[in-house]
């Protein structure tokens, strides 16, 4: 059992930065893949960024490429999503999710609460 809680959301301009962060409790976290993924209002869920459990492999979306970084720190059981440059399209609640490496939300098992980003123009 894993269980995630998203922070570092907020309220940031455009052309921002912002770092989300996804605590995990369990001492297998270093076995699972984290994805982050967002929804905005009204729309589907989507895939941003996803690493591999031992952080040697990572994936982006081609909308965030070369703006958001994932990393992991695994002694600290913690996911990060640096995210920079950041646009109004951006804005979302955002959700770390842990389990297989996948870009579909059904390839994971245990989901976050969520922390919304909000980017005004």
């Known amino acids: 059992q894993v269980q995630l809680v998203e922070s570092g959301g907020g309220l940031v301009q455009a052309g921002g930065s912002l770092r989300l962060s996804c605590a995990a409790s369990g001492r297998t976290f270093s076995s699972y893949a984290v994805g982050w993924f967002r929804q905005a209002p009204g729309q589907e869920r989507e895939f941003v960024a996803v690493?591999?459990?031992?952080?040697?492999?990572?994936n982006y979306a081609n909308s965030v490429k070369g703006r958001f970084t994932i990393s992991r720190d695994n002694v600290k059981n913690t996911v990060y999503l640096q995210m920079d440059s950041l646009k109004a399209e951006d804005t979302a609640v955002y959700y770390c999710a842990a389990g297989r490496v996948s870009l579909v939300s059904t390839g994971y098992d245990y989901w976050g609460q969520g922390t919304q980003v909000t980017v005004s123009s």
């Open positions: 690493i591999t459990g031992s952080g040697g492999g990572r």
